[in-house]
């Protein structure tokens, strides 16, 4: 355990962020899901809805660092790309 005061608040710091992380990645998470679900359904409305929805928070996560742009990119695209080929 730490014993000096400032590597005491860091601990404390990167806790709250690791929790801010995990609950931002966990919305991704359960966006593409859904996404996942209306492909599987074979339902094409529910999936662009679904999709523009998994876009949004793919975008929030990068924008406030959780994800790398690339990483980002890289979800969109295979979400888009999956969505696309049910037409």
Do not use: C, F, Q
């Given at each position: 355990?730490?014993?000096?005061?400032?590597?005491?608040?860091?601990?404390?710091?990167?806790?709250?962020?690791?929790?801010?992380?995990?609950?931002?990645?966990?919305?991704?998470?359960?966006?593409?899901?859904?996404?996942?679900?209306?492909?599987?359904?074979?339902?094409?409305?529910?999936?662009?809805?679904?999709l523009?929805?998994?876009?949004?928070?793919?975008?929030?996560?990068?924008?406030?660092?959780?994800?790398?742009?690339?990483?980002?990119?890289?979800?969109?695209?295979?979400?888009?790309?999956?969505?696309?080929?049910?037409?």
């Amino acid at each position: 355990m730490a014993n000096i005061k400032s590597a005491k608040k860091r601990i404390l710091v990167n806790e709250t962020k690791a929790a801010r992380n995990k609950s931002i990645r966990s919305a991704v998470k359960t966006a593409i899901k859904k996404v996942d679900a209306a492909i599987t359904a074979g339902d094409k409305a529910a999936a662009d809805v679904s999709l523009r929805a998994a876009i949004t928070e793919i975008e929030k996560a990068t924008s406030k660092g959780v994800y790398h742009k690339n990483t980002a990119s890289r979800k969109v695209s295979r979400l888009t790309l999956a969505v696309n080929k049910l037409a």
